[in-house]
Structure formats: structure tokens, C-alpha cells
């Protein structure tokens, strides 16, 4: 157990630590095009702050989250996702009472305790974004757009968006009603949670992964059908948003999104080809969250990604994301004096901002350039006795072969 990590969380090595930082920076860089701001939120909250006094009854909440009690006996959770703490924090810092919208995006671990397959893990990290303050569906088209332009960055093609309304607690209470008459008959071969969910969250239901509750489910009421024309309108004006932003989309009845703060706007971003983790980001409008914690009515928006997964359909597609770039330099040594030389020259080059690596191994000149070679140095600074002696070296490009003489006065041409 002592090498092993826990079930469900993994090690993102040096050799691929490149590829997060690949797909962060370029995350990163849109939500900077939009005018979003990185929040940075505690990695465990108050467990109040995810269960809520009504009760969550998503299977994130009720199933999957790692609480405990600290040494103080509070009870605490690790963040199953990034909402909640971003509404927490907006509320907590009185971020209301600034002028609105509040767009903000994070990148974080969350934690769910969940059976461990292909692109479902225990910690898994999310890109999301978050806009609070505005109720107009610009606001959705927009979070939309910062989710389309990640994937489209990146190249892949074969995932198409999904969007439906889930309403409001208005019009979401009549079709909660024609839902539940529509399963009645039903009850019996509903899995054991959908048992429970009929009564607390029949919509619930619909998002169950149980092939029988599926095959149930199959005909039943859509909440499309049941809108009030404020949610009504929302949606259409969401739709039209979408089209002047070219963003193509499906209107899929079945996106219920998990957690029950939502209403209106849900989408799901998901691969076109057949697999089990095929979503690969998820969002949707909470225009009650923010009030149920404890906060002034504020409406909000916003999406995760997870980029485990995005790493994963990324593979799908055959898509590789750049390598990381070798050093500038690596610094090849024959000699005492020739080290001593080269370390201070390292200093130098690295104060210019050049990164430059030398041997620490006691390898021969021979393994020197081996191990140049391996770590892809664009360029050899070769030094031995006469280069110290002439206080001058050689420096060789690592792609073309070509050498050149640098003398120690022209360090700034390098
Ligand atoms: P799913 O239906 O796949 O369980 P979800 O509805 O629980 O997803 P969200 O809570 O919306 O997921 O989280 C947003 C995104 O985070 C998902 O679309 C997915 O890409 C990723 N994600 C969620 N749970 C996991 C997990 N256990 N491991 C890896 N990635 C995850
Ligand atoms: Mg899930």
C-alpha cells in the first residue's frame, strides 16, 4: 500500500505534466478572450455547503462524496465539484454588491467516490466556468462558446453539443406531476435509487444510467413540453444566441442535468462515437443556487469540463497535443575546469531566461551528448580545456549539425 496510490486517483508524471499544462494554458487563454477571471477555492468546504437543507438527491451528494470530521468534529468535504464553493465564495465576499456580471473559471481537483472505469475516476480534474448576476440567455451562449472554443482549439470534431430546458420550480412541478403519473405503472421495475427518486426528483429518473430504468423512461413526458413562457422564451432566445454564434447544437430532451439546483438552460458536450464516458463537459443555468446557500437571488450559469476525459477523446480522435519543447541548452563538459566553467556559464544563460541543463551524472562526453540527444536539447554548448583556456566554446545546433565559436563577450548573441 505504501507505493501505491489510492483506487481511483493517479499521478500526472513530469513526462506528462506538459500535456496539463498544454490544455490549461490553452483554457486559460480563452476564458481570458471572454473576460473571465480565475477563482481559486478550497479544496474541502463545509459538507452543508454540497447536502444544502432541501437535500440534494443527485447520486454526487447523496453517494459519492468524501466527508469527514475534522479533529475539531466539524464535518467537511472534499469538493465534488467547482459550483457550489464559486457561489460559496461569491456570497461570502460580497462579490454580489460589485458591478455584475461576475465571469470567472477555475481549474480544480474534485473528488467523488464513484466505481472506477475508463474515464471515471476518484479525483479528476475540472476546467469551469461561471457567470453570476445576469439572467439573459447571452449569458449561456456565451459559456456555451467557451466550451466550443476549447474543443474546436484542439481540433476534435466528433462531439456534438446538446442542450435542453429543465425550466423553472414552476413550470417543472406540472411536469413533475405527468411524469410521476407517466411512471406509476412503472414503479416496480425502476432500479432501488429511482425508487427513491420518485418521490423526492422524479426528472431524476430520466438521467439514470440503468439500462431497465432507460427502456422505462422511454416515451415519457419532456419537459420541453411544459414550459412557462418565461423559460419558453429564455430557451428560443438561448437557441437564436447560439445560431448568430455559429454553434451548431441538438435539442435532446434527456440532458437532465445532475444536480438539482439547476433550471432552464442544460447542455452536454458529448462524443458522436459510441462510448460509456463519452461527455466530456456539462453545464447549465442555476438561477436558485446562490439564494439556496444563503445569498441574494442571483442567477448564474456555467459549465465543467473534465479534462480526464477530454485527454481521453482526444486520444479517440487521434489528436496529440504538442510535446513539451527540450532545453535550449544542454551543456557538454570534458574536465574540472571545463565544469566549473560551464556552471557558471549555466548561470549566466539561465538569468537570460535560457533553460540549460548539465550533467550532474559523471557521464563521459560520449553519454553527455547521448543524453542531450534524449532530453531533445535544441542546442550543445561543448566546452573542454582549450575553450576555457581561450575563454571561447563551441555551440552546436542539435537539428541542423552545425557548429559554431562563441567567444565568452558574445554570450548575449545566444
Ligand atoms: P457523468 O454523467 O459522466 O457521470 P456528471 O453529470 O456526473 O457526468 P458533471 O458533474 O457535470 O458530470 O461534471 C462535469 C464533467 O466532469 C463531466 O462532463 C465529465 O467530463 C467530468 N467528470 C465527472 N465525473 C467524473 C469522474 N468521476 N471522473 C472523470 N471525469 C468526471
Ligand atoms: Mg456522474
Known amino acids: 500500500m505504501l507505493t501505491q496510490a489510492p483506487k481511483g486517483t493517479s499521478d500526472i508524471l513530469p513526462g506528462q505534466s506538459g500535456k496539463w499544462q498544454y490544455l490549461e494554458g490553452l483554457f486559460r487563454d480563452i476564458c481570458r478572450r471572454y473576460g473571465l477571471k480565475e477563482i481559486r477555492t478550497p479544496i474541502f468546504e463545509h459538507t452543508e455547503l454540497f447536502v444544502r437543507g432541501v437535500g440534494d438527491t443527485t447520486d454526487v451528494v447523496e453517494k ?7 479533529l475539531a468534529g466539524r464535518n467537511l468535504t472534499l469538493k465534488p465539484e467547482g459550483t457550489s464553493p464559486a457561489a460559496r465564495a461569491f456570497v461570502e465576499n460580497g462579490i454580489f454588491s460589485e458591478m455584475q456580471p461576475t465571469k470567472m473559471y477555475y481549474i480544480t481537483p474534485c473528488f467523488r467516490y464513484e466505481k472506477m472505469q475508463k474515464g471515471r475516476y476518484r479525483q479528476f480534474h475540472q476546467m469551469g466556468t461561471e457567470i453570476f448576476g445576469t439572467e439573459s440567455p447571452l449569458a449561456d451562449a456565451e459559456i456555451v462558446s467557451v466550451a466550443a472554443d476549447m474543443l474546436d482549439a484542439l481540433g476534435m470534431k466528433e462531439i456534438e453539443l446538446r442542450i435542453n430546458s429543465v425550466g423553472c420550480p414552476t413550470c417543472r412541478a406540472k411536469h413533475r406531476d405527468a411524469l410521476k403519473a407517466f411512471l406509476a405503472d412503472k414503479y416496480d421495475g425502476l432500479c432501488d435509487t429511482c425508487k427513491g427518486r420518485f418521490n ?18 422511454q416515451g415519457a413526458p419532456v419537459m420541453l413540453d411544459y414550459l412557462c413562457d418565461d423559460c419558453s422564451d429564455h430557451f428560443e432566445k438561448f437557441k437564436s444566441v447560439l445560431t448568430d454564434m455559429g454553434i451548431e447544437y441538438t435539442v435532446d430532451p434527456g440532458i437532465v442535468r445532475g444536480l438539482d439546483y439547476y433550471t432552464k438552460t442544460a447542455f452536454e458536450f458529448v462524443s458522436t462515437k459510441e462510448m460509456a464516458q463519452g461527455t466530456v463537459c456539462g453545464g447549465g443555468r442555476y438561477d436558485n443556487l446562490v439564494e439556496q446557500i444563503g445569498g441574494p437571488a442571483t442567477p448564474g450559469v456555467g459549465f465543467g469540463m473534465g479534462i480526464e476525459r477530454l485527454m481521453l477523446l482526444l486520444g479517440e480522435e487521434g489528436i496529440s497535443i504538442p510535446e513539451e519543447e527540450g532545453p535550449d541548452y544542454v551543456i557538454v563538459t570534458m574536465g574540472d575546469e571545463a565544469v566549473s566553467y560551464g556552471t557558471a556559464l549555466a548561470g549566466k544563460l539561465r538569468k537570460k531566461g535560457r533553460s540549460v541543463l548539465m550533467d550532474m551524472m559523471g557521464r563521459n562526453f560520449k553519454n553527455q551528448f547521448k543524453y542531450a540527444n534524449r532530453v531533445k536539447a535544441k542546442k550543445t554548448i561543448i566546452i573542454g ?29 545566444l
Open 385 to 413: 580545456g582549450d575553450e576555457v583556456k581561450n575563454n571561447s566554446f563551441s555551440v552546436k545546433n542539435m537539428e541542423t549539425g552545425e557548429q559554431i565559436s562563441v567567444s565568452a563577450e558574445e554570450i548575449d548573441k
Open 200 to 217: 423526492k426528483n422524479p426528472m431524476r429518473i430520466l438521467d439514470c444510467k440503468s439500462k431497465e430504468c432507460q427502456r422505462l423512461v
Open 64 to 70: 459519492q462524496m468524501y466527508s469527514f470530521d475534522d
